[in-house]
């Protein structure tokens, strides 16, 4: 396996102490070792690399990724994509996320229904470059919900597959697991920027919300969940569901039940989005309820 020892190194080791200098020994995919300046490392036929004072830290994660979503001007717009092309486009978006520091994905939801498996295993096969990731389902999604773009005269797509009442989501959840995802991902509440569900309101049942989570228990995934309104987060963490995304419009009881839970449920807040929306509103500004 090789190894490769970084001298000369302004360490950043994410602890929360400041960064020293030292130097850092990786062996293969791995860093093996780290120690302060001049103190000797065991690091026989190892490549050293003089890295001149820079800055090394480890690898960042990125826990809400959508490699799969493109720079569209909206969501149906991603429908209109052919997977030929969309799965050419991901790769290059797979290198880009690396070449900024981030060695690992942990999928929110994936475009199209095979594209996060396809670039899973290219990755991990060595045959493209990019962050080692987990690969999620589209974004099931209930009619008139997060990701519904269909329209009664036209046929129109986008990353969602729609589904109504449990059976519909448990049968779609066993698809995608015998595709291979890692995550299957709900869409339980709705967004600010849908008109006719907005980030208060609850759209997914208890029943159906229970029924891709059971998928999940029976085959060992992780079920995420799409969840800005309290009762979708209630909801979510009563059935087991493992990542909880936005929460942010919890109430006292949704405080309590994610604290109860912090053991096994994983929230990532998805600041970024919010904090844009806010700062960089599209023409026009934010519309109020």
């Known amino acids: ?19 020293f200098a030292g130097q850092v020994l990786v062996e293969g995919n791995r860093i093996k070792s780290v120690a302060p300046q001049g103190t000797a490392i065991a690091s026989d036929g190892a490549q050293v690399v003089d890295a001149g004072g820079a800055t090394l830290m480890p690898g960042l994660i990125e826990a809400h990724s959508h490699l799969t979503f493109l720079d569209t001007s ?14 050419l486009r991901t ?55 997060l990701g519904d773009v269909r329209l009664r005269h036209m046929h129109r797509e986008t990353f969602a597959i729609i589904c109504d009442g ?11 697991v015998r595709e291979g995802v890692d ?12 008109p006719h569900c907005r980030a208060h309101h609850t759209v997914m049942t208890e029943a159906e919300i229970e029924a891709v989570c059971e998928v999940g228990r029976m ?30 419009l919890v109430d006292d009881e949704a405080c309590a039940a994610l604290e109860a839970a912090k053991d096994r449920v994983f929230v990532a ?13 599209p023409s026009g500004g934010l519309q109020p309820r």
Not at 1 to 19: E, H, I, R
Not at 74 to 87: A, I, K, Q
Not at 183 to 194: A, H, M, R, V, Y
């Open 1 to 19: 396996m090789a190894k490769v020892l970084f001298k000369n190194v302004n360490v950043l080791d994410c602890t929360g102490a400041p960064p």
């Open 74 to 87: 909206d969501l149906e717009s991603l429908g209109f994509v052919p997977p030929e092309e969309h799965t």
């Open 91 to 145: 790769a290059r978006n797979a290198k880009k996320l690396l070449d900024q520091g981030f060695t690992a994905c942990n999928s929110a939801a994936s475009a199209k229904a095979r594209l996060d498996i396809v670039i899973r295993n290219a990755i991990n096969a060595g045959e493209i470059p990019g962050p080692r990731t987990l690969a999620a389902s589209p974004e099931l999604a209930t009619t008139a919900g």
């Open 166 to 176: 449990a059976d519909e989501f448990r049968k779609t959840a066993r698809e995608m």
């Open 183 to 194: 995550t299957l991902k709900i869409n339980p509440s709705g967004d600010e920027f849908i």
């Open 219 to 248: 085959h060992d995934k992780r079920v995420a969940a799409h969840a800005r309104s309290a009762e979708s987060v209630k909801l979510s963490i009563k059935h087991g569901v493992e990542v909880i995304y936005h929460a942010t």
């Open 269 to 281: 807040p998805t600041l970024g989005i919010t904090y844009t929306t806010l700062t960089r509103p």
